[in-house]
């Protein structure tokens, strides 16, 4: 295989990934776009990856595309990460907004960008035992991303011992999943409450409800400032007067947007939709 991309190849993919999925990647950082081509294209069988670079080029990829965002988002995740945010939603929000919920209009959560499924169904997890009683005509979990390996596996809801071992106490995973060979599956109850769908934050949405609640952890960071602004105002347009929003732990102080105000909850910082 022919190795390195030139410069100007390196800057092309940059500034693609800029435009189609908001990635940022720097120029002190362009080792990952080589490293990272150089793999997809021997995986893909190509010979060089210069080759996904012409095929960037011209206006018909065919799924190269799909595959280049997939290869170039970083896909980290885990269940119940920084427990804060699902102790917030199991002990705060979901009670006060159970409380307030008119009859029989379900409440709407968000997992923006939700990898693997191991958020929203974390989400799911904690609503099925905080209010055991609430099934899927009460509760409406939508989980999005734009790569669609994850996506796939996100809906699937299957996982493997060293993923259920990450963020998940004994007892969760007895009362949650169901050991199958060597393989973990979601409990029906649990993946009930939750659909996941693509979505990419940069382009347009489909037509979404009201969210009482988003989750949007650990995306913003990989983009710019003015492109993380533009996603927080849509978001709070798309949120429920009074609805949270998670953000990552290093995300929360970027946030400066009018109509979602800044609220300590718990051990967990939110921004709660005010006065829009
Ligand atoms: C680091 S994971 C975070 C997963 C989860 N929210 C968490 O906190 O554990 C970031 C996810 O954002 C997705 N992503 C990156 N750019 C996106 C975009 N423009 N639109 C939607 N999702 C995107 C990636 O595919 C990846 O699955």
Request: aromatic share 6%; net charge neutral.
């Amino acid at each position: 295989m022919t190795a390195a991309l030139t410069r100007e190849e390196v800057a092309f993919v940059s500034d693609w990934l800029r435009r189609r999925a908001a990635v940022v990647i720097d120029q002190d950082h362009s080792y990952v776009i080589e490293t990272r081509l150089a793999t997809l294209a021997r995986t893909i069988g190509l010979e060089s990856p210069s080759e996904i670079v012409v095929a960037l080029r011209s206006q018909c990829p065919g799924d190269l595309d799909v595959h280049v965002i997939d290869t170039m988002t970083t896909h980290e995740t885990l269940f119940f990460r920084d427990i804060h945010p699902f102790e917030s939603l199991a002990t705060d929000v979901l009670p006060a907004l159970v409380a307030a919920r008119p009859h029989g209009r379900p409440l709407r959560v968000w997992s923006g960008a939700c990898s693997t499924g191991q958020e929203p169904y974390s989400i799911a997890m904690t609503v099925r035992e905080r209010f055991p009683h609430l099934g899927p005509a009460d509760v409406r979990i939508v989980g999005t991303d734009i790569a669609r390996s994850v996506i796939e596996r996100a809906r699937a809801g299957v996982y493997k011992l060293n993923e259920v071992q990450r963020g998940l106490s004994a007892e969760r995973l007895a009362r949650h999943f169901e050991q199958v060979g060597r393989e973990f599956h979601i409990a029906r109850a649990v993946k009930d409450l939750v659909e996941v769908q693509e979505l990419n934050l940069l382009e347009r949405w489909p037509a979404l409800d009201a969210f009482d609640v988003v989750f949007l952890r650990n995306v913003l960071v990989y983009f710019d400032e003015p492109t993380r602004s533009r996603i927080l105002h849509r978001v709070r347009d798309v949120m429920r007067e009074g609805g949270t929003l998670f953000l990552g732990t290093a995300e929360i102080l970027k946030a400066d947007v009018p109509g979602l105000e800044r609220v300590t909850c718990g051990k967990t910082q939110v921004l709660v939709k005010r006065g829009c």
